[in-house]
């Protein structure tokens, strides 16, 4: 079975600097999809950003950008000149591409990184 | 689009009572996603619907929570009776069936069991 870890319960960047999220996975799958996913106390889940994994290129969205290493199956975020906006939990995902059956696939979520963000 | 819309968005009611949950998910999108999310047990999927049909109900705790997806723009979760351990926010999120563009989440509904 899939599975996702985010070894880091908790992290604190200071504003106007960079912070890195970490997540690997375990697959046997050759064709997946990750994912970030930003919850703030607002509680809405919002897509950050999302990888195929058949690209060797990097996905970036603004301030936001990941390090995909298929091989060592890691999947860090980067959150460049973080703002106080960008306190949040985070939670990484990953869903498996070949739908066998007919049915979607479920998201695995991690169980998250806690950002604060100091001014 | 508005989204997945949710509703209630609280939920305050006695243990033993009823409570149903509803969702609408985006149109055109045919997999229907029910999650349940506290501070102990994170992220838990309880149930999804591909095409109005229930494909993987394995997490639904136990018989008390029922789920229903009559037509492809509506579904409800449903817990009867209700026990203060119930107490979470629940999330509906819905899917195109291209795995690529995830879920869409709606807002959640906070729910208190006193």
């Known amino acids: 079975a899939q599975t996702v870890t985010q070894s880091q319960p908790e992290m604190s960047v200071q504003e106007a600097e960079t912070v890195t999220l970490s997540c690997t996975y375990d697959?046997?799958?050759?064709?997946?999809?990750l994912f970030w996913y930003k919850q703030p106390p607002s509680r809405q889940m919002i897509l950050v950003i999302r990888?195929?994994?058949?690209?060797?290129q990097n996905a970036t969205e603004n301030r936001f950008s990941v390090n995909f290493q298929k091989a060592a199956k890691s999947f860090s975020l980067k959150i460049s000149d973080s703002q106080l906006g960008d306190a949040a939990m985070y939670f990484c995902?990953?869903?498996?591409?070949?739908?066998?059956?007919?049915?979607?696939?479920?998201?695995?979520f991690g169980t998250g990184t806690l950002l604060a963000v100091q001014p | 689009d508005a989204g997945v819309i949710q509703s209630p968005r609280h939920e305050v009611t006695e243990m033993g009572q009823e409570v149903t949950l509803r969702c609408k998910p985006i149109?055109?999108?045919?997999?229907l996603f029910w999650y349940r999310q506290t501070m102990m047990r994170g992220l838990e999927l309880l149930i999804y619907?591909?095409?109005?049909?229930?494909?993987?109900d394995s997490g639904m705790p136990e018989d008390r929570f029922s789920a229903k997806m009559p037509n492809a723009s509506f579904s409800t979760l449903k817990i009867q009776p209700s026990e203060p351990r119930d107490s979470a926010v629940y999330f509906c999120?819905?899917?195109?069936?291209?795995?690529?563009?995830?879920?869409?989440f709606g807002s959640g509904t906070r729910l208190t069991v006193v």
């Open positions: 990888q195929e994994a058949y690209k060797q």
């Open positions: 697959t046997s799958e050759s064709d997946y999809y």
């Open positions: 149109s055109g999108h045919n997999s």
């Open positions: 999120a819905s899917s195109p069936r291209a795995g690529f563009y995830g879920y869409t």
């Open positions: 995902a990953y869903r498996r591409a070949t739908i066998y059956g007919g049915a979607t696939n479920k998201l695995i």
């Open positions: 619907f591909n095409n109005n049909v229930p494909i993987d």
